[in-house]
């Protein structure tokens, strides 16, 4: 790293060592998304309280009863969607822009959604200030997704409704996917989407806790 401060080295090993021991050994192999992981400075993303721990094997609270996910869970989404070079990708539920900075390293345009307008302006700010270029975050019901720069390759939701939102399948390419958790505060599962031009198929990927899906509406 040329011109790295003794705190970047610091970080850029502790995200090696992240994908290795937390990501790799748990059999995730997509070496784009392990490449992605490497380099987006995860410390960056998460509030100055818990930089010490932004490499650590679980979610971190980022303010207004949100979290930014287990950099495991953010790894296993990624890699499920198939992601490739010239894709467009819709995120709900940017929170800190965190997994949208990984995702813009994996695809063409990243289009994200968050519903809590303090975080869509630090997003933005942190975004920007790193050079994620090809990340649009606005505020919205992820709900309904992003109806205008539809239809998307691929979509990643991070927070848990019970159940999949039509709005976004109806957004979704036919041979798109969509990671979801879905489920209660008891008991949530991430779900994978498939979009086939005859209809939709799921597949249970693994138990999660994410926060709960918020709607405009709940206000």
């Not at 970047?8 to 995200?15: S, V």
């Not at 489920?183 to 994978?192: D, W």
């Amino acid at each position: 790293m040329d011109g790295a401060t003794a705190e970047d080295r610091k970080a850029e090993e502790q995200r090696r060592k992240m994908v290795a021991w937390q990501i790799e050994r748990r059999g995730i192999r997509e070496e784009s998304v392990l490449r992605a992981m490497r380099e987006v400075p995860r410390h960056e993303f998460v509030p100055s309280a818990f930089r010490e721990s932004a490499h650590d094997d679980c979610a971190l609270p980022i303010g207004f009863g949100q979290t930014v996910s287990q950099p495991y869970i953010v790894a296993l989404t990624l890699a499920h969607l198939a992601l490739r070079p010239e894709h467009c990708v819709l995120e709900v539920g940017a929170g800190s822009g965190y997994q949208a900075a990984v995702l813009s390293r994996l695809v063409a345009q990243v289009f994200a959604i968050e519903i809590i307008d303090q975080l869509v302006v630090r997003a933005i700010c942190d975004l920007q200030r790193l050079h994620y270029d090809n990340v649009l975050v606005r505020s919205g019901d992820g709900y309904e997704g992003w109806p205008e720069s539809a239809p998307f390759d691929a979509i990643a939701v991070a927070a848990a409704a019970d159940h999949v939102p039509q709005p976004l399948v109806n957004q979704l390419r036919a041979g798109g996917r969509m990671v979801i958790p879905i489920g209660n505060v008891g008991a949530q599962e991430l779900i994978l989407v498939e979009k086939g031009r005859d209809g939709t198929r799921t597949r249970a990927l693994c138990p999660v806790r994410f926060v709960p899906f918020t709607r405009k509406a709940d206000d």
